[in-house]
């Protein structure tokens, strides 16, 4: 089912403690904001519209570079203005598509919770992802007289989570209903309000909120089980040829010979970027570049590797660490490292000391021995989600 969504991104979150408010602090690696709408994106969102102050649009477009398919909208002065500023966004979907609304602040989003909401669309106008009410709970305050804690039953109690799935244009005719005298504390309230029928559907106990300073060390640790570490290796050799200068890692070193290839044959980038599809998994780069496509004729190999990195990221992974080692007797790698490796930290957009690059000879055998060509190893560390 096509669906849009609306992430409400807006609020201060003072009571998350002093900083930053919480959708942009860093949790496990990464903005919880970026956690959010990676989460919707991996769910299908065909749409997705993150609502948040307008001083925050640059710091929006680095929290998530790289990602495709979001769009800005202003925040208002409440939630509700907001979730109907982001709704606006949306004027050009059709107008009974499903839209998610969710708080950025619910890092641990799922699919299973997204089809689940989509799914009970089908019978009511609005759905919420709840969890019943395990704890006993405490009415604490004034009571036939007596102050005090008192037990309140908490038969047909249920804690709302988001996102929670609604037809554009019925929470669009709820919110033009609501009276605006009080704000609503989430977006089933409006369409409660307005007559609209309200359903549950599974939510999550992953699906909290971060509220709390407290809250972000316990997600901290539930990010930490929900990632897991992947390695990947590569290996990559070209011939020797007449030349004038070879390309390795991204540095052209002045040389008596070139390597040979389709492309710039930058072995080191080769041999580095087959490493990190190897780690997610996702072919070879001849899979994403094939040699016989003319336009990668010549073509500098920075831009595989990118595209290597990209792929990591759409899937919600970061790149850890690489190491690279070139095998060759000429022309002499080590003084050169150091600019390979901050040539490569750069295109990576890693800190230097995630980077390595080594080098070795074969001590005159076998054809690098014999200098007939040069190759090159690769291992790529990298953590995406379950
Ligand atoms: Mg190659």
């Known amino acids: 089912m096509t669906f849009s969504a609306v992430v409400v991104a807006a ?21 919880v904001l970026r956690w959010s709408v990676e989460a919707l ?15 925050m649009q ?13 769009r800005f909208a202003p925040g208002g002065a409440t939630r509700a203005l907001s979730v109907q500023s982001g709704l606006a966004a949306l004027a050009h979907r059709p107008v009974d598509e499903p839209v998610l609304v969710h708080d950025a602040a619910r890092p641990f989003l799922t699919k299973a919770v997204v089809d689940g909401v989509l799914a009970g669309l089908e019978t009511a106008d609005g759905v919420v992802p709840a969890l019943p009410v395990a704890d006993t709970l405490k009415y604490v305050g004034k009571r036939g007289g007596e102050s005090g804690a008192t037990t309140t039953s908490r038969d047909g109690l249920w804690r ?8 554009r244009d019925r929470l669009l005719t709820a919110y033009a209903a609501w009276n ?33 300073p407290e809250d ?29 200068s070879v390309w390795l890692c991204g540095v052209e070193i002045a040389h008596d010979e070139t390597l040979i290839g389709h492309s710039d044959a930058d072995a080191g980038l080769h041999a580095l970027t087959d490493a990190i599809l190897g780690a997610i998994g996702d072919g070879d780069i001849g899979d994403h570049f094939p040699p016989t496509d003319r336009q990668w004729k010549g073509a500098a190999s920075d831009k595989f590797l990118i595209h290597a990195v990209d792929l990591v990221r759409r899937r919600g992974g970061r790149l850890i660490n690489v190491d690279v080692t070139l095998i060759c007797e000429r022309p002499k790698i080590k ?5 390979m490796r901050a040539r490569l930290a750069q295109i990576l957009d890693l800190p230097l000391d995630r980077v390595s690059v080594k080098a070795t000879t074969t001590e005159k055998m076998g054809f690098t021995g014999r200098g007939e060509g040069l190759a090159a190893q690769a291992v790529a560390t990298v953590e995406t989600p379950l």
């Open 58 to 70: 640059d710091i929006l477009g680095e929290t998530l570079a790289g990602l495709h398919g979001w």
């Open 335 to 339: 003084p050169h490292r150091e600019a």
């Open 41 to 55: 994106l991996a769910a299908g969102a065909a749409d997705l519209v993150i609502v948040t102050d307008p001083t």
């Open 216 to 244: 972000f060390a316990m997600a901290e640790r539930l990010a930490g089980a929900a990632r897991i570490t992947r390695i990947g290796q590569g290996f990559d050799a070209h011939r020797w040829g007449p030349g004038e």
């Open 160 to 167: 709302a989570q988001t996102p929670q799935a609604f037809r």
């Open 180 to 212: 605006g005298q009080t704000e609503p504390t989430d977006d089933a309230q409006v369409v409660e309000a307005d007559g609209g029928k309200v359903a549950i559907s599974a939510g999550d106990p992953l699906l909290t909120k971060l509220t709390y």
């Open 11 to 31: 609020g201060s979150g003072t009571r998350a403690g002093p900083g930053q408010a919480k959708q942009w602090r860093d949790l496990a690696g990464k903005p």
